[in-house]
């Protein structure tokens, strides 16, 4: 969303797109020539006198005045002088919409027949073992950065010497306010838009990695997993790159911007909309290789019973895009016959608990699902504040007067949106430069308040949401059908060859609001440890993060294991290769390698299963009141 959450429900406001890239007509000079006769034998030479020469200067420098007044304007020679009798524009095409629609819709070159996929004679193919580093690696591979995407220069120094000691003593004063209790890493400061990464060991407090335990082997696999990088949604709930965009092409003739912001005179807006980005496909074929050399042995089991898995996802395109490249890189291609995808409805009317909001109402009621308004505009006023009034000064107004177009807050939030919209699309942004570390980081602490108060452990729709996907985990962990479907569940999809029941491996795709939604209701309470968030400053050492939960393509492990040191069978669940503790979980005990026994992980969710009243979370008349009157550290609805 607008921040731009992925809050793919409800009804949408869209904001028009700009057909044609504008260009502004070429000025030619056109002078007079005498045309040259090749049969002419002689050249005559002209006279002229004073009067002559006296008015052939004054026209020439009339032509040069008229000429460098057309340069200025166009903007050919540079920024006009300050001050009040000039005029100065940007270009009129600034911020429009650029389309390249590829493939073309009918191609005059394709022919289908002349290029079959498979033509015979693919030489040997005899295959070899399984992978399966879970099993066999002393350690697992990390995943550290993102290598198809660029970073501007170190951001903190570069601020310094564009803007001067000023802004570094600003910083400074403030660098405790906003301090992280980590590293910065540019592409780990945008919550759900990130791109996801390994966190660091013990991120979420327990010191362990996700290779199985001394004397325990992984029999099962259970994987959520969030789509790719995609463009920005049609809807956001503060903020949004097409708003900006639009802001900026229809007050072009108002302002030209200079210094670091000098780009936006020739900047037009390149981004799609909702579907997957270049780099979003790429993340979710990396994710399905990775998961194949850890968890490839598991495709044993299949082989022994002669069944191949059955995968979900469902019916939006970056969701379903997300799955198919996923299989590309977990099975190679082609895959068919080596799985199946089940793809499930997102629709308003059609149960799914992929995107329950879809029947839940009171999900797409702004006062209960879109609690984090007010907190993010309150942070934005705080964090944005020095910010604003730098971006302001390196603009002309329309009077030439520096500083005279000013940007909004929300605007410059919208900049820093468009700082990873474009670089997950484009490979790289200018946007990203203009900003310090310092406020990265408050723009990361603002997606962690968004999806706080409206998905996750501050959202009284957070844990009802989250209630079908926990009964279909039940089920499968017990091989048992669900006896009641009162929830997002979908009875017509939970039958034996749709919802099999005793697979070694699944896979699910969902949004990353349903993720949050799942670990709100799984009561992993040690991420919501520190409490509701605060709108006036950054928790020190806060346990809920974003970024670290809900990147694109985040990945919830869900690890079954057999211990010899045990005689019950064990769960984990590593989220982004991080192990969450289980003992927030009523019937889990502490446990240093973050393992529950499966019988009582299965009791406690069965009884949160039995207290959720889907009823009345999401059709139920309760009301939430504004602000921090009211708060939860659950996920719950108001009781009546």
């Given amino acids: 969303m607008g921040s731009n959450q992925d809050v793919e429900a409800g009804s949408k406001a869209k904001y028009g797109a700009y057909d044609d890239v504008l260009v502004e007509p070429e000025r030619e000079l056109l002078l007079p020539t005498e045309s040259y006769s090749p049969t002419t034998s002689t050249i005559s030479?002209?006279?002229?006198?004073?009067?002559?020469?006296?008015?052939?200067?004054?026209?020439?420098?009339?032509?040069?005045?008229?000429?460098?007044?057309?340069?200025?304007?166009?903007?050919?020679?540079?920024p006009p002088p300050l001050g009040n009798d000039v005029r100065v524009q940007a270009p009129p095409y600034v911020g429009s919409t650029e389309v390249h629609q590829f493939p073309p819709v009918a191609p005059t070159n394709a022919f289908p027949d002349l290029f079959p996929t498979s033509v015979g004679y693919p030489g040997a193919t005899p295959t070899g073992a399984e992978p399966g580093l879970i099993a066999t690696a002393p350690s697992l591979p990390l995943q550290t950065g993102a290598a198809q995407l660029v970073?501007?220069?170190?951001?903190?120094?570069?601020?310094?010497?564009t803007h001067?000691?000023?802004?570094?003593?600003?910083?400074?004063e403030s660098?405790?306010?906003y301090k992280s209790d980590r590293p910065f890493n540019l592409f780990r400061s945008w919550g759900n838009l990130?791109?996801?990464?390994?966190?660091p060991r013990g991120a979420f407090g327990v010191n362990d990695t996700a290779e199985p335990p001394a004397g325990c082997v992984v029999t099962g696999l259970h994987l959520l997993h969030r789509h790719g990088a995609r463009y920005p949604t049609e809807w956001a709930n503060y903020g949004g790159p097409a708003k900006f965009a639009a802001r900026l092409h229809e007050s072009a003739s108002q302002w030209e911007a200079t210094g670091k912001l000098a780009f936006l005179n020739e900047w037009t807006y390149k981004l799609g909309e909702e579907v997957l980005t270049p780099f979003g496909r790429q993340q979710l074929f990396d994710l399905g290789v990775s998961m194949r050399l850890k968890y490839g042995f598991l495709l044993k089991n299949f082989t022994e019973t002669n069944t191949i898995p059955v995968f979900r996802t469902e019916s939006q395109d970056r969701m379903l895009a997300s799955a198919l490249n996923f299989a590309i890189g977990f099975f190679g291609y082609p895959f068919e016959g080596q799985y199946q995808q089940l793809i499930t409805i997102e629709a308003n009317g059609f149960n799914n608990t992929f995107a329950p909001y879809e029947t839940c109402p009171n999900a797409r009621v702004p006062s209960k699902s879109n609690r984090s308004l007010p907190y993010v505009k309150e942070w934005v006023s705080h964090f944005l504040a020095e910010?604003?009034?730098r971006l302001s000064r390196a603009m002309i107004g329309k009077d030439g007067l520096q500083g005279e177009f000013d940007w909004t807050g929300e605007e410059v939030y919208e900049m820093m949106q468009m700082c990873a919209y474009e670089t997950v699309a484009l490979g790289y942004s200018k946007f990203c430069d203009l900003f310090t570390e310092e406020e990265w980081e408050g723009f990361n602490y603002s997606l962690d308040l968004i999806f706080w108060y409206d998905s996750a452990f501050g959202s009284p729709v957070?844990?009802?949401?989250?209630?079908g996907y926990l009964q279909e985990l039940v089920a499968r962990l017990t091989h048992t059908p669900i006896a009641t479907h009162n929830s997002s569940t979908n009875a017509t999809l939970h039958t034996p060859e749709t919802f099999p029941l005793d697979h070694a491996l699944y896979v699910d795709a969902t949004h990353e609001v349903v993720v949050l939604n799942v670990i709100t209701a799984l009561n992993l309470s040690t991420l919501a440890a520190?409490?509701?968030l605060p709108a006036d400053h950054i928790p020190k050492d806060r346990s809920f993060r974003s970024a670290d939960i809900a990147p694109f393509a985040t990945n919830v492990q869900f690890q079954l294991l057999s211990c010899a040191a045990t005689p019950e069978p064990q769960i984990r669940i590593i989220i982004n290769d991080g192990v969450v503790p289980l003992h927030g979980i009523r019937t889990c005990p502490y446990d240093d390698n973050g393992m529950c026994p499966l019988p009582a992980f299965i009791e406690a969710q069965q009884e949160t299963i039995r207290k959720t009243d889907w009823a009345w979370g999401c059709h139920g008349d309760w009301e939430v009141p504004p602000g921090s009157a009211w708060n939860s550290t659950m996920g719950d609805a108001p009781q009546a």
């Fill in 462 to 467: 957070a844990r009802v949401q989250g209630v």
């Fill in 530 to 532: 520190s409490g509701p």
């Fill in 164 to 172: 001067g000691d000023d802004v570094k003593e600003e910083e400074e």
């Fill in 194 to 199: 990130s791109p996801w990464y390994s966190v």
């Fill in 45 to 78: 030479t002209p006279r002229y006198s004073l009067v002559h020469l006296v008015y052939a200067f004054v026209g020439g420098a009339a032509l040069c005045i008229g000429a460098r007044f057309l340069l200025d304007v166009s903007g050919i020679a540079g």
């Fill in 151 to 161: 970073a501007p220069p170190d951001i903190y120094e570069h601020i310094h010497s």
């Fill in 175 to 177: 660098r405790e306010h």
């Fill in 387 to 389: 910010a604003r009034e």
